[in-house]
């Protein structure tokens, strides 16, 4: 029991390991504008998560992502990243942050032992910004994301969710900023999480869509680069950077998923576009200190790991949680 497959051979060797559901923004793609969070004691210390980590590593897993929510909420969270970098067999260690506090806290992340980072960003124009993320500053992001690179990470991922009548003139200035700051940058498609009344008009952006308006600018190459998760990369001609694409709706990548998320609570969801899973908090507080109940219970959920998500109406919610509560 020293490596996870699932009933279909695919090799689980990712793990996104949520450490909140809570965050700073109320991004009209993730959550409602007035959202119930989960209360103190229903959340994973970082003691647990750290275990949880364990676990999945000495399983095989070699990439763990942390995410929220916003991770960065939980301000004390390099200790937490500590923990996790000093994991023999663990290669890869990442973040996924909207920026919003990195100014004040990517130094620490850096020396803690922090590989990499992604940015969530759909916007340059400051109005805009305030209204997708419903009170967010654009100027802190950008901030951060600054801070980011003078700390060292030189490897920093841009994520846009590009929406039909929103912000998809601004495809090109987005691509614009990344080449002049040397920042790979990945097109999402919005996930059908959550009933939200933003989503009462269709808004869907195909990839192929996005892809099309930057190949009239600057003809796209398909790259060799793989990170071990669902994107698909692209790369210029004229620019270093990469151009990834995530389409869970237009290019089901179900045949090759090779990882599970871990929400806040302690859920463990072995798809994204499903509601199966497991109580990972359960089990740890049942069993404090007994790594070997939890690799078992670990080893035989992943058994169940259905064989791909169903998106089929990207205009109609497939799940009722959240994105802050799945683990971005």
């Known amino acids: 029991m020293n490596s996870l497959s699932d009933g279909f051979g695919r090799k689980i060797e990712y793990l996104r390991l949520s450490i909140t559901d809570r965050c700073d923004f109320r991004c009209i793609y993730c959550m409602s504008e007035d959202p119930c969070f989960l ?5 994973l210390s970082l003691e647990e998560l750290a275990f949880i980590g364990r676990a999945f590593t000495e399983l095989g897993v070699s990439k763990i992502r942390l995410t929220g929510g916003e991770p960065l909420v939980r301000s004390d969270c390099d200790r937490l990243v500590a923990q996790l970098a000093a994991l023999p067999g663990l290669k890869d260690l990442s973040m996924t942050s909207n920026g919003s506090r990195l100014a004040k806290l990517a130094p ?40 980011a690179k003078a700390a060292g990470f030189d490897r920093i991922k841009i994520n846009a969710v590009i929406l039909k009548g929103r912000n998809e003139n601004e495809i090109i200035d ?51 680069k793989r990170t071990g998760g669902p994107a698909r990369y692209y790369s210029m001609a004229d620019s270093p950077i990469h151009i990834g694409f995530i389409s869970p709706h237009s ?75 799945t683990g971005g």
């Open 174 to 224: 987005l691509l614009e900023y990344c080449r002049k700051k040397q920042l790979d940058i990945a097109f999402i498609e919005e996930m059908p999480l959550g009933v939200m009344e933003e989503r009462s008009l269709p808004r869907h952006m195909s990839s192929s869509d996005v892809r099309e308006i930057i190949n009239q600018r600057w003809p796209l190459s398909l790259s060799s």
């Open 39 to 43: 209360e103190r004691e229903q959340v």
């Open 108 to 147: 620490a992340l850096k020396a803690a032992g922090l590989n990499r980072l992604n940015i969530s960003l759909d916007t340059l124009k400051s109005e805009l910004f305030t209204t997708l993320t419903r009170n967010g500053k654009l100027e802190r992001v950008l901030k951060g994301i600054d801070v």
């Open 251 to 325: 290019h089901n990548f179900c045949h090759e998923c090779n990882r599970v998320r871990v929400t806040a609570e302690g859920r463990l969801l072995l798809c994204l576009g499903n509601e199966h899973s497991l109580d990972l908090k359960q089990i740890i507080r049942s069993h404090p200190g007994d790594i070997d109940v939890l690799k078992q219970a670990i080893f035989e959920a992943i058994q169940r790991k259905p064989k791909e998500h169903h998106f089929d109406d990207p205009n109609q919610v497939q799940i009722l949680r959240f994105m802050n509560s």
